[in-house]
């Protein structure tokens, strides 16, 4: 089964706007993490949250996780256009602690 | 700060050509990763490995699939007979534990052409 799926696919705002996007996966996870990856380039790692977390704060990044639902949101506050890149969410799961599992990510392009 | 590098940055083969994409991962790392992304589509797993040897592998990861550490610094994977569809980019990763809440460096990438 697929973990991880993102959605939007895609999102575009302006500078200065908050850019929400979202995460749900389908098993028991340890832990979520958010990465981003700019144009080209390899994932970078953002942002972890535990299963035992709800909310977890870093920079203008805000991560939630509900595991009572499955699914987990990303914020970007006040976004600037250097947050332009695609972003994932990967979870590792009860059953496989060196496994990380990606969706297919959010494009976010953030306009000046 | 210490990175993953990939070489080369971008791969042309001929279809049944071997083709070997190498990784040298952060020095103190201990768990090493490949993961493929074909254009537009989600990061997929291939393999892991660590105290030289798999540790998990994925479907996509079958015979023609090989990893090897042949030093303490380069981790490669070979392709034997390439296909048309393994055109992608394949990155390297690696972390320094294999805890949970370890995360995971990635590298550049190699882009890889299959015609």
């Known amino acids: 089964s697929q973990q991880g799926e993102e959605d939007p696919q895609a999102l575009s705002i302006q500078e200065g706007e908050n850019a929400t996007m979202n995460c749900s996966y389908k098993?028991?996870?340890?832990?979520l993490q958010w990465y981003r990856q700019n144009s080209g380039r390899g994932l970078v790692h953002l942002i972890l949250i535990r299963s035992n977390e709800r909310e977890k704060h870093s920079g203008r990044l805000r991560v939630t996780l509900d595991t009572s639902k499955k699914s987990s949101s990303l914020l970007i506050t006040a976004s600037r256009a250097a947050d332009t890149a695609s972003y994932f969410c990967a979870t590792v799961t009860t059953d496989s602690w060196g496994k990380f599992q990606f969706g297919a990510g959010t494009q976010v392009v953030v306009t000046p | 700060e210490p990175e993953v590098t990939q070489t080369p940055s971008h791969q042309v083969t001929q279809m049944g050509q071997e083709v070997i994409l190498r990784c040298v991962p952060i020095?103190?790392?201990?768990?090493f990763y490949w993961y493929r992304q074909i254009l537009g589509q989600k990061v997929e797993f291939l393999v892991s490995?660590?105290?030289?040897?798999?540790?998990?592998k994925s479907e996509i990861f079958d015979d023609q699939f090989s990893v090897e550490r042949p030093d303490g610094s380069n981790f490669t994977l070979k392709i034997r007979s390439t296909k048309l569809e393994d055109s992608a980019m394949y990155f390297c990763a690696s972390r320094r534990t294999g805890g949970q809440n370890s995360p995971l460096h990635f590298g550049n990438g190699t882009r890889l052409t299959v015609t």
């Open positions: 020095s103190n790392h201990l768990y």
């Open positions: 098993t028991s996870i340890n832990n």
């Open positions: 490995f660590y105290n030289n040897e798999i540790s998990e």
